[in-house]
């Protein structure tokens, strides 16, 4: 196997170097960012039981912890959400017909945390990353369960991704995400799937997703999405 930075602060377990090559990771990345398309429902409560439809458009750096994700919910797109971990602070805005705002979410550790988890949980969407962002250290579980961590203090947290069958990331858990974005922060468990990998950009990439908190022993599922157009870009914007 070609090694991807022998300078890597947080040398790569063998079994994380050969998931991120086998998903189609370059060793001599040239691109700093990822963009692609989301569609799919939404629920913007766990207490609701409305799901909104929705189409979005994310970007991901390939060497730093930090996306940007800006979502319209349907019907007509008055609804408007960025959610974004950017220069290492969490961020989320939500508006009403282009202008009115209705949620700016105070910044907190505890924001920048939950968006970090976010980062770490759709790393299957950037396997670049894997090779390339130093902030990322990894840690090998077993055969099929690798776990990735990154933040400091209050912000810190580790995520830990199931292989499936195909050696593919099929999951992700999280012991304690906040189920909010504002006080008060509730920690509960909380797990991705991923699923449908298809070839884009030389990458294999899920195309498939959902997500939800485990709530007394029960899948509380609130996103639920497409990803298709995945692009290479030279930035976040």
């Known amino acids: 196997m070609t090694e991807p930075d022998r300078a890597h602060p947080n040398p790569l377990p063998p079994a994380v170097l050969a998931l991120a090559l086998r998903l189609g ?4 990345c040239a691109f700093s960012a990822v963009g692609f398309a989301q569609s799919g429902h939404m629920k913007l409560s766990l207490k609701s039981s409305l799901w909104l439809p929705f189409r979005a458009h994310q970007t991901m750096s390939v060497r730093s912890c930090a996306f940007a994700w800006n979502a319209r919910f349907m019907p007509l797109g008055y609804l408007a959400v960025t959610d974004a971990l950017l220069g290492g602070m969490g961020r989320l805005d939500v508006t009403a017909f282009g202008c009115l705002p209705l949620v700016r979410a105070k910044a907190s550790a505890a924001l ?30 077993d055969a099929s369960t690798i776990a990735v961590a990154a933040g400091a203090g209050d912000t810190a947290c580790e995520i830990v991704f199931t292989l499936g069958q195909d050696q593919r990331i099929a999951s992700v858990f999280c012991a304690d995400r906040a189920t909010r974005a504002s006080p008060p922060f509730t920690p509960m468990p909380w797990r991705g799937e991923f699923g449908d990998y298809r070839q884009q950009g030389g990458r294999w990439i899920p195309s498939s997703a959902q997500v939800g908190w485990m709530i007394k022993g029960k899948k509380c599922l609130y996103w639920q999405g497409r990803i298709k157009d995945w692009t290479t870009k030279n930035s976040l914007g």
Do not use: F, K, S, V
């Open 25 to 28: 990771a370059d060793p001599a």
């Open 112 to 141: 920048t945390r939950g968006e970090l988890i976010r980062y770490l949980a759709e790393l299957p969407l950037l396997p670049d990353a894997m090779l390339h962002n130093h902030d990322l250290a990894w840690r090998e579980i």
